[in-house]
C-alpha cells in the first residue's frame, strides 16, 4: 500500500488525495508538518513540502504536480473514460496550464497566504516564524481570491468542467485549493454563481467526503463548509 | 515557423531557448516584458508571464514546465539517443523533480529576486514597480544560491548529469538560471568546484552560445560570463 505524507490543510496535499481517491487507491496518510522540517521528511523530500507518495516498493514521488503525471503514466489508463489527464495534444496543454495555474499561482496569490497566517502558525513554535496573522498577507489574498473566482466563472461559463468537456486534474486541484479557503470562510461565493454550481458539483463526489471531514482544532469551520447545498 | 516569447533574462525563458536550440528547432524570438502586462499576451497566457510558445498553427503552449511537456511529447521521440526526458518511471520522477526545483524552487529564492531588482527594476516605469533595487531582497538571494550550488555539487559528485546518467531537462533548467545569476556575478563558484565543471561543460554546448551574447543595455556581464574557461 502506498504512502501519503500530506498535511489537511495543505491544498496541494487535498488535490493529490481526491486523485487517489478518484482513482480507488487509498493510501496509508501520514500527516507531516512541513514547518517542522524532520530530517526522515526532508530524506523523503528535499524540497521540505507535501504531498509525497511513497509506493510500496520504495519509489518516492514528491509534489502534487508530478505525482498527478506520475500516476496518470503508471494507472491512467486504466481509467477508461475516468482518466483526469486527456489524450489529445492541446487538451493536455490545457489541462497542465490550469493545474499549474492552482497548484502555483492560486497557492501564491491565496491560499499560501491564508493557510500559513490563520492555519500553520497556530501550530508553529515561534522559532519556526509562528505567532499572530500578518493582517496585510490575509488583506491581499482576500482581494485575490475574487479575481480567481471570476476567472473560474469566465471559464465554465464556456464549458463543461474547467479545462473542457471532461471532468480532469484542473477540477480537482482548483476544488482543492478553494476548499481550504472555503473552511476558512474567505471565498466570496456571493460573488459568482456559475463558479459556485461548479464548486458545488465537485463538492459532491465521493472523492471529497474525507476533506470536508477535516477539522482545525479549536478552530470550526465556515458554517456552509461541508454543506453540499451552500 | 513557432514563434517563442520571452525575456532575455526570465531564467524560465532561457532554459525553453536551450531545450528549443538542442532539438534544433530555430524559433522566431518575440522578446516580452511581462511586468507591461500587454493585453495581446494576456490574451496569450492570462498568468501573464513568459516564456509562451506559439505554433505555427496557432496552439497556444505557456510556461516553462508545460512547454517541455508539450515538446517531449510531440518531438521526443524524434530525438533518439538525445531526448531530454527519460523513458524510465523512476527516472521521469527524478528529472519532474529536479525541474520543478529550478523552474520554481530556485526562482523563488534565488533568480526571481535578483533579476527583478538588478535587471528589470531598470526597465519599468515606476508605476509597473522599478525603481532603486531592494537590498534585502538581493541579499537573502546571494545567501540562498550558496546553497543550491552546494546542493547541485551534492548531486554532481554522485552522476554523470544532475539527474542521472544523461543530460536532461533538469541540466538545462538548472544552467539557464545559474546563467542570468552567473550575469550578475552572484555565483560563488569558487565555493564549489563539482558544481562548477557540470556548469562548464553545459555552458560548452552550442545550444548555450545565444545566452552568451545576450547583454542588458548598460549593464555588462561579469568579466567570465561568456568565457567557457571560467
Known amino acids: 500500500m502506498a504512502t501519503l505524507y500530506h498535511f489537511p490543510f ?75 489527464m486527456p489524450e489529445a495534444t492541446a487538451d493536455r496543454v490545457e489541462v497542465r496550464r490550469l493545474l499549474e495555474w492552482f497548484l502555483v499561482k492560486f497557492d501564491a496569490e491565496v491560499t499560501g497566504y491564508l493557510v500559513t497566517e490563520k492555519i500553520s502558525k497556530r501550530f508553529m513554535s515561534s522559532r519556526d516564524g509562528g505567532g499572530a496573522p500578518d493582517m496585510n498577507a490575509i488583506r491581499a489574498a482576500r482581494i485575490n481570491v475574487g479575481y480567481h473566482l471570476k476567472y473560474i466563472g469566465y471559464l465554465m461559463a464556456r464549458r463543461r468542467w474547467i479545462a473542457g468537456d471532461h471532468l480532469t486534474y484542473a477540477d480537482l486541484a482548483a476544488a482543492a485549493h478553494l476548499s481550504c479557503v472555503d473552511y476558512l470562510g474567505d471565498v466570496p461565493w456571493d460573488d459568482d454563481e456559475t463558479a459556485r454550481d461548479w464548486y458545488a458539483r465537485v463538492k459532491s463526489r465521493p472523492s471529497f467526503r474525507s476533506l470536508l471531514a477535516d477539522r482545525v482544532p479549536g478552530m470550526p469551520p465556515a458554517p456552509h463548509y461541508a454543506d453540499l447545498d451552500f
Request: charged share 25%.
Open 10 to 84: 495543505c491544498a496541494n496535499s487535498r488535490f493529490i488525495r481526491l486523485v487517489l481517491a478518484e482513482m480507488g487507491m487509498e493510501p496509508v496518510l501520514a500527516e507531516e508538518k512541513p514547518w517542522e522540517r524532520r530530517d526522515e521528511f526532508l530524506m523523503l523530500n528535499p524540497a521540505g513540502q507535501t504531498p509525497v507518495l511513497l509506493e510500496q516498493g520504495g519509489l518516492v514521488v514528491p509534489g502534487a504536480g508530478i505525482i498527478a503525471e506520475y500516476l496518470d503514466e503508471t494507472r491512467g489508463l486504466g481509467l477508461t473514460g475516468r482518466r483526469m
